[in-house]
């Protein structure tokens, strides 16, 4: 078992502290003990903000069937998917658009493919799409 701070080996166990499992040696305990170890661990997730949300009865019962009894983080997922599919799509607008031009294609072209993709962000997930793509051929 290694330190999970410095990485040695010499006299690791594994006990838990401030709810985190943590894995250290002689050493970085003795650090430990004298609040000379920095973060170890888990890395923060991030700012914690309070927020209310409003939804009906029949709302609350489904996100907590969707959440499986941890609501934050079912709701953060939600949001960096959210965020990040916005940014995929612009993403990846601009490379087709790139890939394109740099192909000689017309600007009506381009714009029919640009079309033709924005449609298809409404039907497929970001998901389905990657699949999409590595089970063909290209
Ligand atoms: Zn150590």
């Known amino acids: 078992m290694k330190c999970m701070n410095c990485g040695s080996t010499n006299d690791v166990i594994d006990f838990v502290a401030r709810k985190e499992k943590l894995f250290l040696c002689v050493n970085c305990r003795g650090k430990l003990a004298n609040g000379q170890l920095g973060k170890i661990g888990r890395p923060s997730l991030g700012v914690t903000k309070k927020v209310s949300l409003t939804l009906s009865e029949e709302g609350w019962k489904r996100l907590d069937e969707l959440a499986k009894g941890n609501r934050s983080q079912y709701l953060r997922h939600l949001v960096l998917e959210a965020q990040s599919e916005d940014w995929s799509n612009d993403a990846c607008l601009g490379y087709a658009m790139l890939g394109m031009e ?14 033709a993709i924005k449609s298809e962000f409404d039907w497929k997930s970001v998901e389905e799409a990657k699949c999409a793509y590595k089970d063909s051929s290209y």
């Not at 740099?102 to 079309?115: D, K, V």
């Open 102 to 115: 740099n192909m000689g294609y017309s600007e009506r072209q381009i714009q029919e493919l640009l079309r």
